[in-house]
């Protein structure tokens, strides 16, 4: 979609009845510690994943004729091209985990956003442990919706879960995966991409710009490709389809809050980036407006820098 006509796009959304409005500024005394999702108990995983498909029963908040588990992915989607490769993938990215977490708050689940820590996973990621709880890889089962073919997940709480969309198009389908390296399946899943050694590498940037960089197309793109493959849903622009993608971004926000806390005062600052696109050449600023398109309020990229305000709360 042109650029420009995605501006205008927004522009209307965002005048929709905002859901979750700022309050005033209470500060951040007792913020919540987000943890790795198989630290807990059953009791507790369920709670969460029941909530995730508590979200499939509800209506759209931003005036769509799906779900509210389909907003995230026409959000995600749309913005394709405003939040990533840009500054404002990372920013974007823990506002929107986030507001995804109020709404499971909103169906049931009290405990805290969960991350999927896959640098333990990286020397065999095909027999991660966290399979057995979110379901495996897609089966022999197979549904094809538009030009696309979708590999359905035959097990786990999520199998019954049917998005709503492919890329921009309505395209109701089975939920998705695909185990992948790009040569076999699922080989080696791009396990070294992901691993503790790589992470180590990318944390010793000493900018936001070539941190983000690193960080957005070695280790973050190399989950999407592995779990989505060529047959999933965790692959293209629509991939808040798959729960994991909440998990896996809840991850990159966990390690980008760890670069930021070596230095906070110089990176709580640091958005020195590509504004829109490579070809752009303009540079972000603080000030700078996330869009949201109607599930909440756009905001500047300045709210999101620290996680210890009122707005968000929470460390790692």
């Not at 089966?139 to 035959?154: D, P, V, Y």
């Not at 399946?185 to 990318?202: L, T, V, W």
């Amino acid at each position: 979609m042109h650029f420009l006509s995605l501006l205008s796009m927004i522009s209307l959304v965002s005048a929709a009845a905002l859901i979750h409005p700022r309050q005033n500024s209470t500060g951040c005394t007792n913020p919540e510690k987000r943890v790795e999702f198989r630290t807990l108990d059953a009791v507790a995983q369920k709670q969460y994943t029941d909530a995730v498909m508590c979200l499939s029963t509800k209506p759209s908040t931003i005036g769509l004729n799906t779900t509210l588990y389909d907003d995230f992915t026409y959000i995600h989607t749309h913005l394709n091209e405003l939040i990533h490769y840009v500054a404002m993938f990372l920013p974007w990215h823990r506002y929107f985990v986030q507001l995804y977490h109020s709404h499971l708050g909103d169906c049931g689940y009290t405990g805290p956003m969960v991350y999927w820590d896959w640098t333990l996973d990286a020397a065999d990621p095909a027999k991660s442990s966290i399979w057995a709880v979110v379901g495996g890889n897609g089966g022999e089962k197979t549904e094809k919706a538009g030009n696309q073919e979708f590999s359905c997940l035959t097990d786990g709480p999520f199998k019954g879960l049917r998005p709503a969309y492919f890329q921009t198009a309505y395209a109701p389908h089975c939920l998705s995966r695909d185990f992948f390296d790009g040569i076999d399946r699922p080989g080696n899943m791009r396990g070294s991409a992901y691993s503790a050694e790589q992470i180590q590498i990318i944390s010793e940037k000493n900018n936001y710009s070539d941190y983000r960089l690193y960080l957005e197309s070695i280790p973050h793109g190399s989950i999407h490709s592995a779990v989505g493959g060529e047959k999933g849903d965790m692959r293209p622009s629509s991939s808040p389809n798959e729960p994991l993608f909440f998990m896996h971004h809840t991850q990159i926000d966990r390690l980008w809050y760890l670069w930021q806390q070596s230095n906070p005062e110089l990176r709580e600052k640091d958005i020195k980036d590509q504004k829109f696109n490579p070809d752009d050449g303009t540079i972000a600023t603080l000030e700078d407006i996330m869009p949201f398109m109607g599930l909440a309020a756009d905001i500047k990229i300045s709210e999101i820098m620290t996680t210890q305000n009122d707005l968000l709360c929470y460390i790692y």
